[in-house]
């Protein structure tokens, strides 16, 4: 059984479409000019559309006013959690459009803009969509523009050589991934989520030999989505591909497929919840552990500030997965604690990526037609020679280390509170000792993560220059860099009204009956209603 697409999709689809529509004009007008011209100043008015039209269509469906999950008929999802995400898809959209201002040359200009502005709709795409053939076609909408930025980002054989390990194992990721749906299709009988959550929470509604294939289909959705968020033992191609990456590609990588993946894994994990209720924890909490654990340890001998940030975000994928970890374990007695997991797990997410995408626009800043910012020494002397883009990078590092009062801070806090939080019976004993074990995990990764990073700022600081160079990066990419500093600093300053929205969008994790679901789909058909009836006037 298929969606049905009506116009109310469409008018969901509203920022996607300005995106789709900004990305083909620069494609094509591209194409009958040399590349000069106001082509970023077009992609930054369309992004500004985009706010437009999320801002709209925020205040006329009230996705903020009720917590629990709306549902249409068609194949997207009306609630807080997507919504808040594609505000953050944006924002990443935003600062990825200003880093790039030298991230290749004027002929090849046009065409990486208008891939950078698919990504960033298949990437808004991704975040609000719940059904499976959308969901894949959204993921594929950010893959394969990547190969494309890949290729244009640097001239030579190493970028080269990353771009081609990338595409092939994204490509694999993609096949695990689909398999691993062809399972979940099968066992609800239509591609939606919200069918494969009736078919699960109602006894006798799914087939009792395919709900057992429920735990081979998940590993396959997770090891796909493994890739994309670089989690153990998916995260072998990180720290290539980032070295042979520019900065605005690296940045790109670090923070696109991770917000994809990580809102796409919610997705299943609230459709599938009564099936995992009794041990999809155990897998995302061993995941986690060794993901923060390996990523942070690698971590400490790179001399690379690419390779450095790859092993880094592989470090930050462990910190998410603790948070999705205490989302499952609460699943089935402890829905507050789930909300509080999966609240803390966007709080994260949201203060990882400006620090990360400030981190990568302010080395995209530094870098010039000659060379790129690549080895540590290339930072020393900084914080003398370039004092204002030397403070932003220590902001970043601090933030990323979870030194208070930054952000960084406050989102390892909530993750580790809500770690300590998760107390549910298992038979003979309580998961709670486990989580404490995270907890204590995840406290003594965050030690060991601050050595590095404080290594970062001490070069630009304590060490005399040895072969600073003047910046050429753009005035795009510095400006991207301070607007990042200001907002992990100002979120650091007020934690509790970001984390308070997100931890109230989160209640709509726990499991709904099918009663529910039909309540709220009821629902949702009024809200849409009246939009249809605001957007003709």
């Given at each position: 059984?298929?969606?049905?697409?009506?116009?109310?999709?469409?008018?969901?689809?509203?920022?996607?479409?300005?995106?789709?529509?900004?990305?083909?004009?620069?494609?094509?007008?591209?194409?009958?000019?040399?590349?000069?011209?106001?082509?970023?100043?077009?992609?930054?008015?369309?992004?500004?559309?985009?706010?437009?039209?999320?801002?709209?269509?925020?205040?006329?469906?009230?996705?903020?006013?009720?917590?629990?999950?709306?549902?249409?008929?068609?194949?997207?999802?009306?609630?807080?959690?997507?919504?808040?995400?594609?505000?953050?898809?944006?924002?990443?959209?935003?600062?990825?459009?200003?880093?790039?201002?030298?991230?290749?040359?004027?002929?090849?200009?046009?065409?990486?803009?208008?891939?950078?502005?698919?990504?960033?709709?298949?990437?808004?795409?991704?975040?609000?969509?719940?059904?499976?053939?959308?969901?894949?076609?959204?993921?594929?909408?950010?893959?394969?523009?990547?190969?494309?930025?890949?290729?244009?980002?640097?001239?030579?054989?190493?970028?080269?050589?990353a771009a081609m390990k990338y595409f092939f194992l994204s490509i694999a990721s993609s096949a695990l991934f689909l398999y691993g749906l062809s399972f979940l299709y099968g066992i609800a009988g239509g591609t939606q989520l919200s069918q494969l959550q009736v078919a699960l929470a109602t006894p006798g509604g799914a087939d009792p030999v395919a709900s057992g294939l429920i735990p081979v289909a998940m590993l396959l959705v997770l090891a796909g989505l493994g890739f994309k968020i670089a989690a153990v033992p998916f995260h072998f191609y990180a720290p290539d591909v980032y070295q042979g990456a520019s900065s605005g590609n690296a940045g790109l990588l670090a923070v696109v497929p991770k917000i994809a993946g990580v809102l796409v894994l919610v997705r299943f994990l609230a459709a599938v919840a009564p099936s995992i209720a009794a041990n999809g924890w155990t897998i995302l909490l061993v995941l986690a552990a060794i993901t923060m654990t390996v990523g942070n340890v690698t971590a400490l001998w790179q001399t690379n500030v690419r390779r450095l940030m790859a092993y880094s975000s592989i470090a930050h994928a462990g910190y998410l997965l603790i948070g999705l970890a205490v989302a499952a374990g609460g699943i089935g007695g402890a829905e507050a604690t789930s909300s509080q997991g999966l609240g803390a797990t966007l709080f994260y997410l949201v203060t990882y990526v400006i620090a990360t995408l400030g981190t990568f626009a302010a080395f995209a800043f530094l870098?010039?037609?000659?060379?790129?910012?690549?080895?540590?020494?290339?930072?020393?002397?900084?914080?003398?020679?370039?004092?204002?883009?030397?403070?932003?990078?220590?902001?970043?590092?601090?933030?990323?280390?979870?030194?208070?009062?930054?952000?960084?801070?406050f989102g390892k806090l909530s993750l580790f509170l809500g770690a300590l939080s998760v107390d549910r019976p298992t038979g003979l004993s309580s998961i709670h000792t486990w989580f404490v074990v995270l907890a204590i995990?995840?406290?003594?990764?965050?030690?060991?993560?601050?050595?590095?990073?404080?290594?970062?700022?001490?070069?630009?600081?304590?060490?005399?220059?040895?072969?600073?160079?003047?910046?050429?990066?753009?005035?795009?990419?510095?400006?991207?860099?301070?607007?990042?500093?200001?907002?992990?600093?100002?979120?650091?300053?007020?934690?509790?009204?970001?984390?308070?929205?997100?931890?109230?969008?989160s209640r709509s994790f726990a499991a709904d009956s099918p009663s529910e679901l039909a309540e709220t789909i009821s629902d949702i058909e009024v809200r849409l209603t009246q939009f249809k009836v605001e957007e003709s006037r």
């Open positions: 059984m298929l969606p049905d697409v009506n116009s109310d999709t469409f008018r969901l689809l509203i920022p996607e479409i300005i995106l789709v529509v900004m990305a083909a004009w620069i494609f094509v007008a591209g194409a009958f000019t040399s590349g000069q011209g106001p082509w970023r100043l077009f992609a930054i008015v369309g992004m500004l559309f985009v706010a437009f039209a999320l801002y709209n269509q925020d205040t006329s469906l009230k996705v903020y006013s009720n917590q629990p999950l709306f549902d249409t008929s068609g194949p997207l999802l009306v609630d807080a959690i997507g919504h808040s995400m594609r505000w953050l898809a944006w924002l990443s959209g935003l600062l990825l459009v200003l880093l790039s201002s030298r991230a290749t040359n004027d002929g090849l200009r046009t065409e990486y803009l208008g891939a950078l502005l698919l990504i960033v709709a298949g990437l808004m795409l991704s975040c609000t969509t719940g059904e499976m053939v959308t969901i894949f076609v959204s993921l594929e909408l950010i893959s394969i523009p990547t190969y494309i930025l890949l290729f244009l980002g640097h001239r030579g054989a190493s970028p080269h050589e870098g010039n037609d000659e060379s790129d910012i690549s080895s540590l020494d290339d930072l020393a002397g900084l914080g003398t020679a370039r004092p204002v883009i030397a403070l932003t990078l220590a902001v970043f590092m601090f933030s990323l280390a979870g030194i208070p009062p930054l952000a960084g801070f995990i995840g406290a003594l990764n965050a030690a060991i993560s601050a050595a590095y990073y404080l290594r970062v700022v001490a070069t630009m600081y304590f060490r005399p220059a040895t072969r600073l160079t003047d910046p050429d990066g753009g005035l795009g990419a510095g400006l991207a860099a301070i607007l990042a500093a200001i907002l992990v600093i100002a979120v650091g300053v007020s934690p509790g009204t970001l984390s308070g929205r997100l931890l109230r969008a």
